[in-house]
């Protein structure tokens, strides 16, 4: 059983376009984070949202923590080609100190 | 900054060998975690610790033993290496002090695992 459910698994867009990418779970988190991976190295940091119905932005990407801290999304707008590469939720469960990670959504932007 | 480092970064085991993946962070972080990588796929946790002296299984723990007996050092071995061992192997870590993690990880650059 997947506790992050990533949706969708692939996604292949223009460029210029805005896209969605949803993680969803039944269980509370105390941190949601965003990664993004690229071919051949660690996940890096994008994001870390803590507080139900958090908005956090960064450049075209927006991030959302929902209201009872059990999903979130990630919105990229006018998407490029260097926005191509693996997104990965993970949530750090409530009161445990395991952080556990989505499937992810490989994402990519034709030009 | 060295940050998260992992060695070997690449490995070709035969089933039934034994091996150990090292990781040492220079961050001194308390928490620290292993996953592993399949093709395509997410991370799945396979062993984490929140300090030295303590770990605690994942979510994928079978076949594979760690311990931590320093801040920085975290190694993951594998006794009985298997064919379903191949994988991908991340480590990570994590700034906190006892009962605030801030589930923030870095990340090794990654251990390619092959077991023939």
């Known amino acids: 059983t997947q506790l992050l459910e990533q949706s969708p698994q692939f996604l292949s867009i223009q460029e210029g376009e805005n896209l969605t990418v949803y993680c969803n779970s039944s269980?509370?988190?105390?941190?949601l984070q965003w990664y993004r991976q690229e071919p051949g190295e660690g996940p890096v940091l994008l994001v870390t949202v803590v507080t139900g119905g958090e908005v956090k932005k960064l450049k075209r990407l927006t991030f959302q923590f929902g209201d009872a801290r059990k999903d979130s999304s990630l919105h990229i707008t006018a998407a490029q080609p260097g926005d191509t590469g693996l997104y990965l939720c993970a949530g750090r469960l409530n009161r445990d100190d395991k952080i556990i990670f989505g499937k992810g959504t490989r994402l990519h932007i034709l030009p | 900054n060295a940050g998260v480092t992992q060695t070997p970064k690449f490995r070709i085991l035969k089933i039934g060998q034994s091996m150990t993946l090292q990781c040492t962070q220079d961050m001194n972080h308390n928490y620290m975690y292993w996953y592993r990588q399949d093709p395509g796929m997410g991370l799945k946790l396979i062993y984490y610790s929140v300090g030295a002296g303590i770990t605690d299984k994942g979510e994928v723990p079978n076949g594979y033993n760690v311990s931590r007996s320093t801040t920085e050092d975290f190694p993951l071995r594998l006794e009985l290496a298997a064919p379903s061992q191949t994988s991908v192997y991340f480590c990570a870590s994590s700034y906190g002090l006892a009962g605030t993690n801030t589930g923030e990880l870095f990340f090794g650059e990654g251990s390619r695992l092959t077991v023939l």
């Open positions: 269980s509370v988190f105390s941190s």
